[in-house]
Nanobody, 115 residues
Framework: QVQLVESGGGLVQPGGSLRLSCTAS????????MRWYRQAPGKQRELVAMITQGGSTNYADSVKGRFTISRDNAKNTVYLQMNSLKPEDTAVYYC?????????WGQGTQVTVSS
């Protein structure tokens, strides 16, 4: 079955960096676009970044120039490099893929940006 497992979250000071990883299994990873979403307390889940099968990327305006999404098809892994982190980036970050009309989610990884 499809599984998405995120890792790499933690506590970081404003201006710091983190790299999130999401390892996928149960489907042909290279054939699907992958997304990172985040959800802050009391807010709706929002799309942060997307990478297509061919490697094209899109970002939310709030993270453009600071976050970079990438993928390694040999490792079935998608990454989110987050630089210049701000307190408003604090959220649970989720990996996502849409396959055969169904949205699959990981369990999420907490990112906290605080001094």
């Amino acid at each position: 079955q499809v599984q998405l497992v995120e890792s790499g979250g933690g506590l970081v000071q404003p201006g710091g960096s983190l790299r999130l990883s999401c390892t996928a299994s149960g489907f042909t990873f290279s054939s699907y676009a992958m997304r990172w979403y985040r959800q802050a307390p009391g807010k709706q889940r929002e799309l942060v970044a997307m990478i297509t099968q061919g490697g094209s990327t899109n970002y939310a305006d709030s993270v453009k120039g600071r976050f970079t999404i990438s993928r390694d098809n040999a490792k079935n892994t998608v990454y989110l490099q987050m630089n210049s982190l701000k307190p408003e980036d604090t959220a649970v970050y989720y990996c996502n893929t849409l396959r055969l009309g169904y949205n699959y989610w990981g369990q999420g990884t907490q990112v906290t940006v605080s001094s």
